[in-house]
């Protein structure tokens, strides 16, 4: 999978994505304020948004360590309470969480 480090740094560039989606107006909400937590708690990210709303967030490493796998603990934390609020409280969103090749993956099902 190629990565955009660049993009990943660049928090406007990954909320245009996110914008520019076709999802869902309340999805979109949703992810931007996901984006925001995961700026604010210092982690490079990027997202893909797939067919069927299907939605991909790659958690790459806390700043500013910046090595791909290297998460601070808290920060970590606080954006998975975060996925699990929106789950909770949006019965059409489903997460599921992965680990593959340092990469920390947030999958987001959204159902219409």
């Known amino acids: 999978m190629d990565i955009d480090i660049e993009q990943c740094r660049e928090n406007d560039k990954i909320k245009d994505i996110i914008s520019k989606s076709g999802l869902p107006i309340k999805h979109i909400k949703l992810l931007l304020r996901l984006s925001d937590t995961i700026y604010i708690n210092g982690i490079n990210y990027n997202v ?3 067919e069927d709303n299907q939605i991909l967030i ?3 490493s806390s700043k500013p360590e910046n090595t791909t796998g290297v998460f601070n603990t808290y920060s970590i934390t606080n954006v998975l309470y975060k996925v699990r609020e929106m789950e909770k409280e ?3 969103l489903e997460t599921r969480c992965e680990i593959e ?3 920390f ?8």
């Open 48 to 50: 893909v948004v797939g």
């Open 58 to 60: 790659l958690l790459i």
């Open 90 to 92: 949006h019965d059409d």
């Open 101 to 103: 090749d340092g990469l």
């Open 105 to 112: 993956k947030i999958l987001l099902n959204a159902t219409s």
